[in-house]
């Protein structure tokens, strides 16, 4: 072999090393390790709270008899696919190795007190806990340090933000849950001016008028399923009602804000007011006009 041939392997090989250093986002490999696997024993069965804690507050998740609320920082049904997401999430962590074991780099993966930290009880006691710490070099590698300990794994699978929600998303935003197949029956008021539609013989109707069934499709299926998009915790006073529809027990009552363009929106079966745009809002807030159209 010539030795000009070697040279260049070997300026190659350097080379390579070198933009491999290059390429390492600085002080953030202080190790490697072979050790990986489920980073936590959780039964997720016997899961009945939940708290996360990171730099912009406190949330607490509980389960009371089957359905899971928020007690921390205040009172709120959850959304009970968002919480049963989350303790498969725990459940499921793998750690794809060691990064790290110096308590003088947490920082840099922001598994210290910048991180968030997840606790997970069963029947009332802790049973996990571990900060979850910046995302790695993908959007779904997550550092993670289990508490107690110095090392800072990377864990697959795991978007940081996944763990770092607003309130608001753990929170349950459905106002009305309704078969739809049981809606026979919409009524609608508006100030003074009141209508009902209803199905007879498979026909929507309101009087003598046919609804347009691509219309009366759509606020069906709103209303069945009609979901908030924020919540208003500081009504003091009821707002003047502008629309309301019944549907069977049910009334829900809209009443419009100009300076927000948006619907502050409540149903009789709950205290609760919350935010709707008006797009949403418009799915099912019909006049007859909008319902009757051209079908007669």
Request: aromatic share 8%; proline share 4%; charged share 25%.
């Amino acid at each position: 072999m010539k030795r000009s041939t070697v040279i260049l392997g070997v300026v190659f090989l350097v080379l390579l090393a070198l933009a491999f250093l290059v390429l390492q986002k600085p002080g953030e490999q202080s190790r490697s390790s072979a050790a990986t696997g489920v980073l936590l024993q959780i039964d997720s069965l016997a899961v009945d709270r939940i708290e996360l804690k990171s730099p912009t507050g406190h949330i607490a998740l509980e389960k009371k008899g089957a359905e899971w609320y928020v007690t921390q920082p205040l009172l709120s049904h959850a959304d009970q696919a968002a919480v049963a997401s989350l303790i498969g999430v725990c459940r499921d962590l793998r750690s794809t190795g060691v990064v790290s074991s110096r308590p003088d780099k947490r920082g840099i993966f922001q598994v210290d007190s910048t991180g968030t930290r997840v606790t997970v009880y069963e029947k009332g006691a802790p049973v996990a806990s571990f900060v979850v710490g910046k995302a790695g070099s993908t959007y779904s590698d997550t550092y993670v340090r289990l508490a107690g300990s110095n090392d800072v794994v990377l864990v697959s699978g795991l978007p940081g933000d996944r763990m770092n929600r607003p309130l608001r998303d753990w929170r349950d935003r459905t106002i009305t849950k309704i078969p739809r197949e049981s809606i026979k029956e919409i009524g609608y008021q508006y100030g003074d001016t009141a209508f009902v539609a209803a199905l007879k013989d498979s026909v929507w109707m309101i009087g003598r008028d046919k609804v347009q069934p691509s219309v009366i499709n759509g606020v069906l299926n709103t209303l069945s399923s009609l979901q908030a998009d924020d919540f208003a915790d500081s009504v003091a006073v009821a707002p003047k009602v502008t629309a309301q529809i019944a549907v069977g027990a049910e009334q829900v009552r809209f009443a419009f804000r100009k300076e927000t363009g948006k619907y502050l929106v409540q149903a009789s079966s709950s205290p609760q007011w919350y935010v709707v745009e008006s797009w949403r809002a418009n799915d099912v807030l019909k006049r007859k006009k909008d319902l009757v159209g051209t079908a007669r």
